[in-house]
């Protein structure tokens, strides 16, 4: 998940119309992203974020650790999101399902998330059930009960997950394998869920060991978003989570490193079950963690000019002009620990194949990087994400991932604020280097997603 700019509009699942009158450029250097927000520790390291937003009397309540499917052992991708999974089964003090089912009584909302970098838990409540949502999370956080038969039924679930969301879905596959390929030797390019039969070996002492390691307090960050106050929260927490102890010490998260590529890989999944064949293409990049100044915020401008909507360069030139495509996009994710990811997407109108859309979208993108952009269209880009951070901060929920997802990958809450102030500094110049900079076809991995019967290339 990225964390600004067309991020925002990830999070909100929605399109974000522009409105100009949203947030005109020089509001960006007077004002901060979720300015009120405030961040302290317990003494256990717990950090501790809040976001104050009073017009309802709602909170959301978010725990996240900082390890996911990169910090896994080898051998074992799986264990993060399979701990997650196993992480509702209960404590002594609140039995399996007690937690769930207290949600549901009081009207709540809960769910969890496992990514590369991070694991996420949380719950969405009327203000008054906050005490309650923190004494069960504080428990689990140190309790966990685990047994045999848990352990076998809840792999299984996971398995039949893997089959559903991966195995049926030739979109996944293709996603899965570009990323396998992009990252031969870093853990990025091993699927969160896991493989197959990685998934099917693990056991109790997998699960076990990586919840002692890794769910300690001071792996931990705490984001309460809603209708509190930095000391509301202060005294809960310290009740409630300041009891815990460390478990573990943790260094820097140290992962293997990618080796030079020494040239661009494709991938082709052909299956009966596709039904839209589509050419994607993504670079490695830096992230807003591992990016030099200015050149995250750069990417987020070239992906919106190249691909952010109906109005970007790919669409109108693909979809509109040539009416070769029934839609082509670009995006930035961006939230990596280690490194980030630029993409570019088309789906082909019948009649077109997909080697004739491929060179179609790159020589978009080949234009782009010779000519350079507008003045208008950085401005324009520059409003699209100004106005999708003004519709970020009506809500609680996303406003707590844009934290949470920036923490746990080496940013800091003033990096989060800041943030419109340095895209209000980018310049077609600076988008025009990133493009020329990044977009190296020596550091990407292109997939088609195709029917049977249809042309295709030999991987490389």
Known sequence: MKIYGRTLRVLLGVVIPVFAWALQSNMALSQQFAADTETFYLENGLQVVVIPDHRAPVVTHMVWYRVGSADEPTGKTGVAHFLEHLMFKGTAEHPDGEFSRRIAEIGGQENAFTST????????????????????????????????????????VVREERRTRVDNSPASQLREELLASLYRSHPYGRPVIGWEQEIAALNLADAIDFYNIYYSP?????????????????????????????????????????????????????????????????????????????????????????????????????????????????????????????????????????????????????DLKLNGVTEREVEQARTNLFAEAVFAQDSQSTLARVFGSALTTGQTVEDVQDWPNRIARVTAEDVNRVASKYLDPMRSATGYLQIPGTQDQDDL
């Open 117 to 156: 970098d991070y694991t996420g838990y949380f719950q969405r409540v009327a203000k008054e059930w906050l005490p309650l949502v923190m004494e069960f999370e504080a428990d689990r956080m140190a309790n966990l009960v685990l047994n045999e038969d848990q352990i076998t039924a809840e792999r299984e």
């Open 218 to 366: 001071n792996n931990a960050i705490l984001v309460v978003a809603g209708d509190v106050s930095a000391e509301e929260v202060r005294t809960l927490a310290e009740q409630y989570y300041g009891q815990l102890q460390r478990r573990a010490e943790f260094g820097p998260r140290l992962r293997t490193g990618e080796p030079t590529h020494r040239g661009p890989r494709r991938v082709t999944i052909t299956s009966e079950l596709v039904q839209q064949p589509i050419v994607q293409r993504i670079h490695d990049v830096p992230s807003y963690s591992t990016a030099p100044s200015g050149d995250s915020e750069a990417l987020d401008m070239l992906a919106d000019i190249l691909g952010g909507g109906p109005t970007s360069r790919l669409y109108q030139a693909l979809v509109i002009d040539q009416r070769i495509a029934t839609g082509a996009s670009a995006w930035y994710s961006s939230s990596g620990l280690d490194s980030g990811r630029f993409g570019l997407y088309g789906s082909p109108r019948p009649g077109t194949s997909l080697e004739d859309l491929e060179v179609a979208l790159l020589k978009v993108v080949d």
